[in-house]
């Protein structure tokens, strides 16, 4: 008896959920086809506001007795069903753009094929092909929502990138102060506190915010200094207000990586905008991306990055300087080398297909004795060790085709196109920040955010003549 009524509670709960979701899909298609402009656009904002939310309802608290630990219940059901929800939404707003995309006839031209096809084959070859060759194969329902975003952004590309870009701008807004202000009513939430590994002197604090960690939290404050130089705000004192949420939040963090990217973000925004408007006029006859201009800097940040790059990966195979990695604790580089070891030992058990998406599980993490390798902390390593050379390759290809998009777009976007891809990349050396299996999270919002602004370039509204009035013909009475 307890057998049938549970399924029949079961299927009355299926029922009553599909007619729910139906209603609310066509919801999302009247809301879409009114507020054409930003459905897409919202999805930026709602991520923002999911971060923020779901770290409140993380329950992570910080103690004076143990200031470098951080007690939390990731695994709270409230979390989980919001999560859920939220991702439910998200793909619904996805799925109602790509419906009337089909059913209507926007003029969205080929432009930005090429990267859409590299991001595909991208996420073909880093979680799939290698979920069915690898060495542990897996297949989780967690890595479909990234391919359907990315694939409404793609087909929402006739649109006006401004849109998304004041929408994240505002989100992030909220997000700076929000941190700001939690720091202060609840610092056992948003305050660490005892952080001696910090580069600034006397400041013993860490701001965690209403961001996941630090280290995500100090990115996306200087993705929001940069959209503050490209769309302030309108306000004045708003835009003191945000600029100064966002710096306070910057250096609160303490995120070396952030700090590096920003040096190199607006460094490229600086030069950009200086070559655009030299203080010589004889000097616009040069051509914008000369390399007495444009690529030399470029070129010298890309190649001080590569060979950062190239000495870790050396120091992995080097047992000595590993332990005086771990002796010292030099704190770029604490812990890389034993975790790329154990990425290159992964990638070895399969060097076509690789491990799978499972390589960085609890069971992979046990085998090599690291608990806190959550990932391959070097986006080049994971895919290597996940996917083996053919999730490489798929990621070198994507890399190139998001370079040269941001390299085209440069010019119009004032230097934020390649300033966004500097900060993708030099946290790829050290961070995974083109994972696709989580999209609650900063390093998914800056890559969404930078997919969209290279996508193609703005388009201008195109003047179309008015037409002539026929003259009229006057026949005169004789």
């Known amino acids: 008896m307890n057998e049938i009524i549970s399924m029949l509670t079961a299927g009355v709960g299926a029922l009553i959920f599909g007619i ?10 009247l809301v879409q086809k009114r507020l054409r402009r930003w459905t897409i656009a919202m999805i930026f904002p709602i991520l923002i506001a999911a971060i923020g939310i779901g770290a409140i309802l993380s329950g992570r608290d910080f103690t004076a007795e143990a200031s470098d630990a951080v007690k939390t219940e990731v695994g709270s059901g409230m979390l989980v069903w919001f999560f859920r929800l939220t991702t439910i939404g998200i793909l619904g707003i996805c799925m109602a753009r790509l419906v009337s995309v089909s059913q209507s006839l926007e003029n969205r031209g080929r432009e930005g094929r090429g990267l859409f096809f590299a991001f595909v084959f991208f996420y073909v070859t880093n979680l799939v092909i290698n979920n069915i060759l690898g060495t542990d194969p897996v297949f989780h329902d967690r890595y479909l929502p990234a391919i359907i975003i990315f694939t409404a952004i793609y087909f929402s590309r006739g649109q006006d990138r401004n849109t998304a870009v004041d929408a994240t701008k505002v989100g992030l807004l909220f997000f700076m102060v929000g941190s700001c202000a939690l720091a202060v009513v609840k610092p056992n939430l948003a305050l660490q506190t005892g952080y001696d590994m910090g580069y600034l002197p006397g400041l013993n604090i860490r701001l965690w915010g209403i961001g996941s960690n630090p280290n995500s939290l100090g990115p996306l404050a200087v993705i929001f200094l940069l959209l503050l130089t490209f769309r302030p705000f309108r306000m004045r004192w708003l835009q003191i207000l945000a600029i100064g949420a966002g710096l306070v939040t910057l250096v609160l963090t303490q995120s070396k990586t952030a700090w590096i990217a920003a040096l190199i973000a607006f460094f490229i925004v600086w030069w950009t905008r200086s070559i655009s408007s030299p203080a010589n006029p004889r000097q616009r006859n040069i051509s914008y991306y000369s390399p007495r201009n444009f690529a030399a800097p470029m070129v010298v940040c890309l190649m001080a990055l590569g060979l950062i790059f190239v000495y870790g990966i050396l120091m992995a195979f080097d047992q000595e300087v590993a332990v005086i990695d771990r002796d010292l604790q030099v704190s770029s580089l604490t812990g890389r080398t034993q975790i790329w070891e154990a990425a290159i030992g992964a ?23 690291i608990d806190a390798a959550l990932s391959a902390h070097s986006q080049f390593m994971q895919s290597l060790s996940e996917a083996g050379l053919v999730g490489l390759l798929g990621l070198l290809i994507y890399m190139t085709a998001l370079f040269a998009r941001a390299y085209t777009t440069n010019a119009e976007t004032r230097g934020m196109s390649l300033a966004l891809f500097s900060i993708v990349f030099v946290r790829s050396i050290s961070e995974t ?20 602004v290279v996508l193609v370039h703005t388009y201008a509204p195109v003047r179309v003549p008015q037409p002539q009035l026929q003259p009229q013909l006057q026949w005169s009475k004789t």
């Open 20 to 29: 729910v979701g139906i209603f609310a899909f066509g919801w999302l298609l």
């Open 433 to 452: 920040p083109l994972d696709l299996t989580n999209i609650f999270g900063a390093d998914f919002l800056i890559h969404l955010l930078l997919f969209r």
């Open 347 to 369: 990638w070895q058990t399969n060097p076509l297909f690789g491990y799978g998406s499972n390589v960085w599980g609890p069971e992979f993490r046990k085998s090599i004795g």
